[in-house]
């Protein structure tokens, strides 16, 4: 407690008011504080305003025990009066009436406290963009400075300073690119010069420039008006003079007066200078000239001082602009001019071309094509010819720098360009590269890595079984007939010559080697001498190195991740597969033939001539003759089963697609792509399941010429549809059968059937005869990690609700799912409050429902009872698949959450909350999975204990994937992102190998329904669904995802244009996200925004709009208007009731989490109409047409509820939700929203992250 103060203020009341300049109001509260505090202090006097000077009593006992008054009490009564005094002078209209009816000084100095100090914070944003965003433009040096400085002050003065080094930086980027030079000069400096020292070495440029084109401009009007002499006496002019008569006689060339001053201009000897006064071309050397011509003529050059030149010699310039075909005919070389002159009338007449003047420069133009063959600037009233590449102009400006210096300036160039440069004349560099002699660059070591080429070896052993190749493929995701997944493909180098091995298991390799082996050894009497291969475990285990070290064969192997050096035997694998697939689709059979398809696609690749083996031709029948038999290979429809017979009749012209004993395996339009790439086993896979099947080796041993195919492409095309012969990605089975065979998925379906008998899901009765009985099913489900890898094999057992009758075995069927807005809030309040999120699953949840109705279904498929066969399942709890199956999982499981003590809440029915004396718990329910957050840790695990006894739950500890989006903890907080989902989409979209955009949309278009309509739109439709779950984490990506998402009933070719670009842009920000921070307040702002009438076919406008919940970004939308508005203030006015319908949401969830906002939420709006109807009781003639449900937002402004406020067009965040804006506001504007990358991001290197214009 504070001793109260004895002594009055040493400084009088009126003295103190007049030091107070600054008055109080909504912008300035932390100036005002500054002010005010240190004048109290100073007198001791600011204990009273923050009551830590308490008041005393009013009444004291004396000692006769009689009460009288306190003298203390009075002393502090008449300071705090004066103080409430000294407070109130300093206050403005707007200001004051916070604290009418107060009557001591503390309570007013808090009720200003709480009332403005809030506001501090949106000026303090507002500032430091303004600092960012100014520019010097057309204001003078000590204008510009004394604009920066005072925003630089005004941070200061709130208490929000820069950094000296930020404060330079953006000084020397805002002074333009005037001073390009003088910014690259001072940032190079060591130390850095301070801002202090920045501003007086800014002045002094300026001044110096401006003298230095003062002086030349004065020096050219001298010598214009100097009177021309060729004797220089005074009173004898040129014109007069009989030495200038004399030769004006003579036929010369005549120049312009003004170029007599030309030779005080600083300009390189090289340049040209048009003149349209000169009659002739000239320059002052022979170097450039083509085949220079010595002049013997006696004409002589007069310049406009009255003096002539001599002629030395003549001739033409073909290269006077790179890559134009400018050609300068008829030039004299002088060597006493001082500047090359263009004659104008001379390069018209020559090149059939117009010149165009303008203040800027000049324009060289073929008269017919209009292409521009040269162009020109106009430096200090001369306009020069520009002979450099347009984009290095401005290097020539620059200060001599190293030939290192330049490499690391122009993006790392490669040394020998930027040699040829400097030799051109484009840059200037101060040393010079020495037999080549280059400087190693670290950067360039670590940005420009890359795989090195592999030459092309044609050369062959010349000898067969000098060197084998070997690989093999697999694991196919359809078995054959005989349980095959793999095989393995054998040739000889000499003559290509190939044998395959179909094989059930990789460890079955090594067998087939030794057959193949012991074959060639007998047959062939030859050794294998060497064996070359890839690195994958079947040829680097201990037994295979072990027989090949026996058997003196040398063992060559690629390099890890290198299938190049293995290129033989990868090439062949497209072989193979490539003819495989085709007889297989010509013969519409199964793909469970594929082992017999590629044995005779080897067989015939073998008969095939080879241009590289001098192109043999065939010595056996076309059709499938093996080294066994003499005999045809044939198929039984019927049974599936392959044998060999000599007794057939083989038809020529018969169609194989026309017999229809075998359906015809399905496929997508989109196979013919999927032909060009067939992938092979990758050093990685691991083997299939086991399965107890046989079938004989397929070798074929009749050696011919076979043709090896060109080498693939290394970027493979990716399509949209999966096929059943890919092997490298993760297929999931459709069906019982199909899944039977391996032990994972049986494992997955005794789990599920276990865990429905376990909770006694149903009861075998006879079938009803007068009763609906649904079918089942089974669904696989692969379940993934949020990197991608496999967690586990899921199974589960659907009831077909499809055949269900609505009120005979179903009812109601609605159940409430998570707003993601919620999530966000719930994750923001547990990152600010330092809780722990916990994720949990539950197990079969569908499971725990009651049924209200009979329902019945049929066995499941592989589970049917041996001794009830024809019964069937009459179901007592609730299955997936059925109709009301989520509504009663729901009833139940809140039903046991109420018991527990929690109650729903009224704006999300799927949020729970739990609030005592013991703490506070949130539950977020999504189908089967939850979030749990609360304040104490102890409350919070035991009501998992409490929800695990209850129900099968799976305690997945930390929050780390939910919903598809990956929730990663950082220092700043939380990190939610999609960017698997985002890769996953580019994926299925055949977009992962596009080149990256900066942004997502185009500056100014907007789409319309008209145009050329897609040819698939079904496709469309679901990626453009599956884009819109990427905005759940990207707000950047709201607008244009809801432009294209407006065209799903009729997508045309633009709509799909433009969501290709967005995909564009999430290829090159996929590992970008919402960030939420740990350091955030209480309160909700939000921005609100519209574009008039920006849909060019229904002139609807575009709302948006955003919500942040202290600096954490909760809530966002970007939305079509229902309606047409007829001005902008409607338009704005309507998004505005959007956004404050949303945040009324938001202050019910806030309430039923029971979190109190600090003060009252704050919507910013660029839109002054929009913002008076809002504030103001009175509607005006043209804002009668507005909906009057829209004026709920006055209502809520009028009880204080709400507040509005402006906000400047470039500050509004929200304007990027309803328009496309340019580069660098999309950037700010995404920073702001907080859309980051990911901290855990690592270099890579790759060369397809640059951005690109589209």
């Known amino acids: 407690m504070a001793v109260l103060s004895s002594s009055p203020p040493t ?14 109001t909504s912008s300035n509260y932390l100036l005002w504080r500054n002010q005010f505090v240190p004048l109290l202090a100073s007198q001791e006097l600011f204990g009273y305003l923050d009551g830590s000077i308490t008041t005393p009593s009013p009444m004291i006992t004396a000692s006769d025990g009689i009460p009288k008054s306190n003298p203390a009490y009075t002393s502090w009564l008449h300071i705090d009066h004066t103080l409430l005094s000294l407070l109130y002078s300093s206050l403005t209209e707007e200001s004051m009436s916070e604290v009418l009816g107060f009557r001591h000084s503390h309570e007013a100095w808090h009720a200003l406290e709480v009332s403005f100090s809030h506001r501090s914070k949106t000026r303090e944003l507002q500032l430091k963009d303004e600092l960012q965003l100014t520019h010097r433009g057309s204001q003078s040096i000590a204008e510009f400075s004394r604009t920066f400085k005072g925003l630089c002050d005004q941070l200061a003065a709130i208490g929000r300073p820069i950094d000296d080094t930020d404060k330079v930086h953006w000084y020397l980027r805002a002074l333009g690119p005037d001073y390009k030079i003088f910014s690259t000069t001072m940032m190079s400096q060591l130390p850095l010069p301070s801002f202090a020292e920045i501003v007086p070495k800014a002045l002094s440029h300026e001044i110096f420039e401006r003298f230095s084109y003062t002086v030349c401009q004065l020096k050219v009007i001298i010598q214009l008006l100097r009177p021309l002499s060729v004797v220089w006496q005074e009173g004898h002019s040129a014109k007069r003079c009989w030495s200038f008569l004399k030769l004006k006689k003579k036929q010369s060339a005549n120049l312009a007066k003004a170029f007599s001053a030309c030779s005080i201009q600083d300009f ?27 002049y013997s003529g006696n004409e002589r050059v007069m310049v406009g001082n009255g003096q002539s030149l001599a002629i030395s010699h003549t001739g033409s310039i073909s290269s006077l602009v790179p890559s134009s075909p400018l050609l300068l005919s008829n030039v004299l070389v002088v060597p006493g001019i001082k500047k090359n002159l263009i004659s104008i009338s001379q390069l018209t007449k020559d090149n059939n071309c117009c010149v165009t003047f303008s203040s800027s420069g000049f324009t060289i133009q073929d008269r017919v094509t209009r292409v521009v063959l040269g162009v020109g600037r106009c430096e200090n009233g001369l306009y020069v010819l520009d002979r ?5 102009v401005s290097t020539t400006s620059s200060p001599r720098a190293s030939v290192r210096l330049w490499h690391t300036r122009l993006g790392h160039l490669h040394y020998r360009t930027v040699a040829s440069l400097s030799k051109l004349g484009s840059i200037s560099c101060s040393n010079k590269l020495v037999n080549n002699d280059f400087e190693i660059c670290v950067g360039c070591r670590l940005g420009k890595s890359h795989r090195l080429p592999f030459s092309l070896n044609n ?37 290509r010559f190939s044998w395959i091995f179909p094989l059930k298991h990789k460890s079955d390799f090594f067998d087939n080697f030794i057959n193949l082996q012991r074959f060639i050894e007998t047959q062939f009497s030859a050794k294998i001498k060497s064996f070359q291969c890839d690195s994958g475990t079947e040829f680097t285990n201990n037994k295979f190195r072990s027989h090949l070290h026996l058997c003196g064969i040398d063992l060559r192997l690629a390099c890890p991740y290198t299938p190049s050096q293995n290129g033989i035997a990868e090439r062949k694998h497209r072989h193979v597969t490539e003819i495989g697939l085709t007889l297989m689709f010509h013969a519409c059979v199964s793909f469970s033939l594929w082992v017999e398809a590629f044995s005779t696609a080897v067989f015939l690749i073998n008969r095939l001539p080879s241009p590289s083996l001098a192109g043999k031709t065939p010595y056996e029948l076309l059709f499938g003759y093996n080294t066994l038999h003499k005999g045809f290979r044939c198929l039984d429809r019927k049974t599936h089963r392959a044998y060999v017979s000599r007794h057939e009749c083989v038809s020529s012209s018969s169609n194989v697609s026309t017999l229809n004993s075998l359906p015809s395996p399905s496929f997508s339009n989109s196979l013919c792509l999927l032909c060009n790439d067939i992938p092979h086993l990758s050093s990685t896979s691991s083997p299939g399941p086991q399965v107890p099947l046989d079938e004989d080796s397929l070798l074929d041993s009749v050696v011919t010429d076979s043709t090896t195919p060109s080498p693939v492409s290394s970027s493979p095309r990716v399509t949209t549809s999966s096929h059943p012969m890919i092997t490298r990605g993760k297929t999931e089975p459709r069906g019982f059968k199909s899944t039977a065979k391996h032990p994972k998925w049986l494992s997955a379906m005794d789990d599920e059937i276990h865990a429905l008998k376990k909770n006694d899901t149903w009861v075998l009765v006879p079938r009803p005869q007068h009763h609906n009985v649904v079918g089942c099913r089974w669904i696989f489900k692969t379940k993934l990690h949020s990197d991608g890898s496999i967690e586990h094999h899921k199974a589960r057992l659907v009831a077909q609700g499809f055949s269900q009758v609505h009120g005979l075995d179903f009812g109601d069927t609605f159940s409430p799912v998570v707003r993601p807005a919620t999530v966000r809030i719930i994750l923001s309040l547990a990152v600010t409050s330092g809780w722990r999120l916990h994720q949990l699953d539950v197990k079969n949840a569908f499971l725990h429902g009651f049924l209200n109705e009979e329902v019945y279904m049929e066995q499941p498929p592989g589970y049917t009872d041996p001794q009830f066969p024809q019964h069937v399942c009459h179901l007592k709890h609730a299955l997936y698949g059925l109709k009301q199956a989520p509504r009663a999982w729901f009833h139940r499981f809140s039903s046991f959450l109420l018991k527990l003590g929690f109650h729903s809440s009224q704006a999300d029915s799927s949020l729970f909350v739990y609030h005592s004396s013991l703490g506070t718990v949130y539950l977020l329910l999504y189908v089967d999975d939850m979030i749990i957050t ?47 989902y985002a890769l996953d989409l580019l994926q299925r979209a055949s977009m992962i190998d596009a080149k990256p955009i900066s942004t997502p949309f185009v500056i100014g278009q907007h789409l319309s329904a008209k145009g050329t309509l897609f040819s698939d739109p079904t496709l469309f439709r679901s990626l453009a669904g599956a884009l819109q779950y990427l905005t759940i984490t990207r707000p950047d990506l709201s607008f244009s995802v809801n432009s294209i998402c407006q065209f799903m009933h009729a997508p045309t070719e633009d709509h799909f244009r433009a969501f290709k670009r967005i995909l564009r842009y999430v290829k090159g920000t996929a590992h970008h996200g919402l960030q939420l921070h740990k350091q955030s307040t209480r309160d909700l702002l939000g921005y609100s925004d519209a574009d008039w009438a920006g849909c060019p076919d229904t002139r609807r406008s575009t709302s948006g709009y955003a919500i942040f919940f202290g600096a954490n970004l909760i809530s966002w939308s970007s939305k079509k208007q229902s309606t047409v508005s007829r001005s902008s203030a409607e338009a704005e006015y309507r998004s505005l009731a959007v956004a404050t319908a949303d945040i009324a949401w938001i202050i019910q969830l806030l309430r039923d989490l029971h979190v109190t906002l600090s003060v009252p939420p704050k919507i910013l709006c660029d839109n002054q109409s929009a913002i008076f109807m809002a504030v103001n009781s009175v509607t005006r003639p043209r804002s009668k047409h ?39 506001q999309f950037y700010l504007f995404r920073s702001k929203l907080s859309v980051l990358p990911s901290t855990t991001l690592t270099l890579q290197g790759d060369d397809k992250g640059e951005f690109d214009s589209p």
């Open 934 to 980: 609360g304040s104490t840790p102890s409350l919070v695990h035991t009501f998992i204990t409490r929800l695990s006894n209850k129900f099968s739950m799976k305690d997945l500890g930390d929050l780390l994937y939910f919903l598809g989006v990956e929730v990663q903890a950082n220092e700043k907080g939380l990190f939610l992102s999609q960017t698997k």
């Open 11 to 24: 400084l009088s009341l009126n003295i103190m008011v007049h030091m107070l300049t600054i008055k109080l």
């Open 459 to 495: 050369e062959r052993c010349a000898m067969p079984f000098d060197r084998l190749h070997c690989d093999l493929w697999g694991p196919s995701p359809v078995s054959s007939f005989n349980g095959y997944r793999y095989y393995a493909v054998f040739i000889d180098d000499c003559t």
């Open 268 to 294: 390189n000897d090289s340049e040209w200078f048009p003149d349209s006064g000169a009659t002739s071309h000239m320059t002052s050397d022979t170097e450039g000239v083509d085949q220079p011509v010595v």
């Open 1186 to 1224: 507005i909906t009057i449900d829209y004026h709920f937002v006055r209502e809520l402004v009028d009880k204080g509820t709400l507040k509005i406020d402006f906000v400047p067009s470039h500050l509004q965040l929200a304007d990027s939700l309803t328009k496309g804006v340019t580069k660098p």
């Open 388 to 392: 450099r590449h347009h984009a290095l």
